[in-house]
């Protein structure tokens, strides 16, 4: 068992518990039985005088002498109506080192005359002072020696610490291997679960099965299989759209051919002398050259991500007017106005083409979504600059976004704000951004409508690849 290990730390901590409880055990032990030991002297000596106090005569040295042997005492000194009076004594080998009074000890005191006693390896004479039992006098004083007590006090260590080990052993056992089995077991159940799991996250038969019977791992278990839940699914979803990225870059590299095609077409019709033909032939030209970008992008997108932006300085309200012209065509539908909010001197820094697209899908949401309700509505171009950049408002009228595209916002194929939608407008868009260091926030949403901001910076500076595209400007 390693030490690193739960089970060994908890092995361990167990071990140094039963210790501490050991010593917690054993201290107070040892203070009482010395107490007790020394009472007992007290009384036998109390006795032994009190067969000397009953007769008038003087007894024998032996006799004294046995008495005193059966004491456990050198000599008994009893005072009674505030005499004091030596009633047995014998030969003291060496003097009085120290005195213990046991009528006002504590229960700090005892442990600590206890430690010392113990410790103390020298054979000395003490002199103990107690109350007489059955009120035989004021005060018993006898003095003995040292070493019988400490011999006493060791046999009567080690007996308690026999006991009480093999007590605090069984409880740390039956501790160790319960909590081993609570807690390190299911541990490692969910150890050896997050490892299959991660060898095939695809296979949802892997995920785990919450069964804990410990609140905490069960919660545990619970927070994982949600989350291998999640994963798995959004694993599959990514290989779904995976396949499906494939099969647009392929129908993006053939239209795109038609698209070429088409825009030949376009360029003979430039030379029309119809003033119809002539207006709406630029119109045309920059849509087909918009969707033969698009389709340029889909596949480059296919490969890795969105190409950096080119950045270029241009007036701004000429690109709203166009994004707007472009969202202005007949339909059976609700009118819907077209406004702009927008500084005619207004320049900003940015790619032209990819802001466009942002811009273009900002606004055919919200063309949609207020035709979606037969009432009239106004969508709004706005935008500024101050001192870190530039901002742009585009808002709307409309019913305001529903609560699944609010809690999927900017996701791919789950944002989206209408039925049918795919949601991919507005996670190009806020990823356009993002690829010129802004931001696209959602302002506000609600019944009265939408509004939506954006933010470039005009600090653009970018990491890697995109170092080149602000270089391409200069």
């Known amino acids: 068992m390693k030490v690193n290990t739960l089970s060994g730390r908890f092995l361990i901590l167990t071990t140094v518990f039963v210790v501490l409880a050991e010593a917690l055990i054993l201290l107070p032990g040892l203070a009482n039985f010395r107490e007790d030991y020394l009472l007992t002297r007290l009384e036998r000596a109390q006795i032994a005088s009190l067969a000397l106090l009953t007769t008038d005569t003087t007894i024998a040295p032996d006799l004294e002498k046995e008495l005193l042997a059966n004491a456990g005492v050198f000599n008994v000194v009893l005072r009674r109506d505030a005499v004091r009076q030596l009633v047995l004594s014998s030969p003291i080998p060496s003097p009085v080192t120290e005195t213990y009074d046991l009528r006002n000890s504590t229960e700090w005191t005892r442990i600590r005359d206890a430690v010392h006693a113990l410790f103390d390896v020298d ?22 020696a040292t070493e019988p007590m400490r011999i006493a006090m060791v046999e009567y260590g080690l007996r308690l610490l026999s006991i009480s080990a093999v007590f605090s052993v069984i409880t740390a056992v039956l501790l160790f291997f319960l909590v081993r089995r609570l807690m390190v077991v299911p541990i490692k159940r969910l150890v050896a679960h997050m490892a299959a799991y991660a060898e095939a996250p695809e296979d949802a038969r892997r995920i785990i099965t919450p069964q804990a019977s410990v609140e905490e791992l069960r919660v545990a278990e619970e927070a994982l299989a949600s989350m291998q839940t999640q994963l ?27 698209l070429t095609t088409a825009q030949l077409f376009a360029d003979r019709m430039e030379s029309s002398e119809d003033p119809g033909v002539q207006r709406a032939a630029p119109k045309l030209m920059g849509s087909i050259g918009r969707a033969i970008n698009l389709c340029e992008t889909t596949l480059a997108f296919g490969k890795a991500k969105e190409p950096p ?59 949609q979504a207020i035709e979606a309700t037969g009432q009239v509505g106004t969508i709004e171009i706005g935008a500024g600059e101050n ?43 806020a990823e356009l951004v993002r690829g010129h260091g802004g931001r696209l926030d959602l302002v506000r949403t609600d019944e009265t409508g939408t509004e939506f901001r954006i933010f470039l910076p005009s600090d653009i500076s970018f990491d890697g690849g995109f170092e080149k595209a602000a270089c391409a400007e200069s």
């Open 123 to 144: 054979n000395k004479v003490i002199r103990v002072l107690g109350e007489p039992v059955q009120k035989g006098g004021i005060v018993i004083e006898v003095t003995l």
């Open 387 to 429: 001192s870190d950049g530039w901002w742009i408002r585009v808002q709307d009228s409309g019913p305001g976004l529903p609560e699944r595209a609010r809690e999927h916002l900017f996701q791919p194929f789950t944002g989206g704000t209408r039925a049918g939608g795919t949601g991919l407008g507005l996670a190009i868009a």
């Open 232 to 258: 798995t699914s959004s694993l599959r979803q990514k290989e779904r759209l995976a396949q499906l990225g494939q099969a647009v870059a392929k129908i993006s590299h053939d239209l795109r051919n038609i």
């Open 309 to 367: 932006p080119t950045l270029s300085r241009f007036m701004f309200s000429e690109l709203a007017q166009e994004v707007l012209e472009n969202e202005e065509h007949p339909s059976d539908g609700p009118a819907v106005e077209f406004i702009t909010d927008v500084p005619p001197n207004l320049v900003i820094r940015a790619d032209r083409e990819q802001l466009y697209r942002v811009l273009n899908n900002l606004a055919r949401n919200a063309r």
